[in-house]
C-alpha cells in the first residue's frame, strides 16, 4: 500500500527535476560548489568570527544560495524556457565572479587565521572551493566558446519523464 503512495511522489519529482544535468560537468561542479561552500562557512559560523570572517561568510554563503538556486533552475529545466536570459554569459561571468571572491576569501581567511585549526580549515575549503568554481568558469568558458564556433557542449540528457 506504501509503495503505491510513493509511486505517483517518485514520478512527480523525476517528471519536474533533470536528474541527468547532475552527471554533466557543470553539475558535477555545481554539487561539489554546494559541499566544499557548505563546509567553508560551518566550520566559520561554529566558531565566534569577526573583522576578515564575515567577508568570508558573506562570500561563502551568498555563492552558495547562488549556486544553489543555479543549480534548481538547470535542474528545473527553467533555463530552457527563459530564453531572454544569456545563461551562457551568466554562468560564466559568475562563475569567473565567485572564483576571484573566493580566492580573495581564502587568501584573507588563511592570512588572519592565526593559531585557530577551524580557521585554517575553513581557509583549506575555501581554496578548494575556489578551484571548484575555476573549473566551472573553464567549463563554461569552454561551453561559450563552443556555441559562438556552431558546436557547444550544451547537450543535457533528458532522464527517463523529464520534462
Known amino acids: ?7 505517483p511522489q517518485q514520478s512527480l519529482v523525476r517528471r519536474f527535476l533533470n536528474f541527468g544535468y547532475l552527471k554533466t560537468p557543470q553539475g558535477i561542479c555545481k554539487v561539489a560548489e554546494l559541499v566544499l561552500g557548505l563546509c567553508t562557512w560551518i566550520i566559520i559560523v561554529v566558531h ?16 552558495w544560495l547562488i549556486t544553489l538556486l543555479g543549480l534548481l533552475l538547470f535542474m528545473c529545466g527553467i533555463h530552457e524556457r527563459v530564453q531572454f536570459v544569456p545563461w551562457q554569459h551568466t554562468e560564466l561571468g559568475y562563475n569567473t565572479g565567485v572564483t576571484v571572491l573566493y580566492l580573495i576569501a581564502a587568501i ?10 577551524a580557521y585554517k580549515a575553513a581557509g583549506a575549503f575555501a581554496f578548494f572551493t575556489t578551484i571548484v568554481y575555476g573549473i566551472a568558469a573553464f567549463f563554461s568558458w ?6 559562438r564556433s556552431g558546436g557547444g557542449d550544451q547537450t543535457v540528457e533528458k532522464t527517463p519523464g523529464a520534462i
Not at 1 to 7: I, L, V
Open 1 to 7: 500500500m506504501a509503495d503505491a503512495e510513493q509511486q
Open 108 to 117: 584573507l581567511q588563511v592570512a588572519f587565521a592565526g593559531s585557530s585549526d
Open 142 to 147: 569552454r561551453q561559450w566558446r563552443g556555441s
Open 48 to 63: 565566534a568570527y569577526a573583522g576578515v570572517q564575515v567577508y568570508v561568510m558573506f562570500v561563502a554563503v551568498a555563492s
